[in-house]
């Protein structure tokens, strides 16, 4: 199975910072929030990152064109995951909220979507309680927090490589 359409729930700290990897490594990204508010949050992040790339990780202007023709915006969830390969969660560490998510993701999304969480301490096994296909939801723990401006000396190729290769990796679980 080809992956080509990511969508990333979540436009807060965690979740730009994916959807902006993931569109630079070419893939379509569709960002969901449940709020407007939070798609503005993760849109002025995203105007931060292509800074970002060009200063400092000698990205082209047309590689940050095409990151950016890449991603698109919604607090519509059924049109955010309607032909999504896979759905990477970043929404708030709260249970109740998460497993409410998940309830919703899986009346929406095709049969196809895999689910992945981001989650930081709530278990794998909270979540699948709630999602309509178990063998198809994993708790993959990505975040490219190089991004962010106060961790920019941390911030190198051996990162950015370790998720496109994490993203590579769940391919190979199917
Ligand atoms: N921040 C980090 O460095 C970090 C690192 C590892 C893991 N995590 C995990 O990532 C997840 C997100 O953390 P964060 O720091 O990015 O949070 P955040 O608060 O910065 O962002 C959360 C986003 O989710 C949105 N949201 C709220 N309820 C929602 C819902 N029902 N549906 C869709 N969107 C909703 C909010 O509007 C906000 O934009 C958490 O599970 C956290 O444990 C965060």
Known sequence: MKFSNVTIAGAGTLGSQIAWQTAFYGF????????????EVGKAYHQKYAE????????SHDEIDQTISRLS????LAEAVKDADIVSESIPENLEIKQSF???LGK?????????TNSSTITPSEIVIA???????????????????Y???????????????????????L
Not at 28 to 38: I, P
Not at 73 to 76: F, L, N, P
Not at 133 to 138: A, E, G, I, Q
Request: hydrophobic share 35%.
């Open 28 to 39: 379509n990204v569709t960002v969901f929030d449940a709020f407007e508010k939070g798609l």
């Open 52 to 59: 970002l790339f060009l200063k400092t990780r000698g990205a």
């Open 73 to 76: 915006y919604t607090t519509d």
């Open 102 to 104: 998940y309830q919703e």
């Open 108 to 116: 929406v999304a095709p049969e196809k979507t895999i689910f992945t």
């Open 131 to 149: 999602v309509d296909r178990p063998d198809k939801t994993s708790n993959i723990r990505v975040g490219p927090t190089q991004l962010i401006e």
């Open 151 to 173: 961790s920019k000396q941390s911030f190198n190729i051996t990162s950015l490589k370790r998720l496109k290769s994490l993203i590579l990796w769940t391919k190979t679980q």
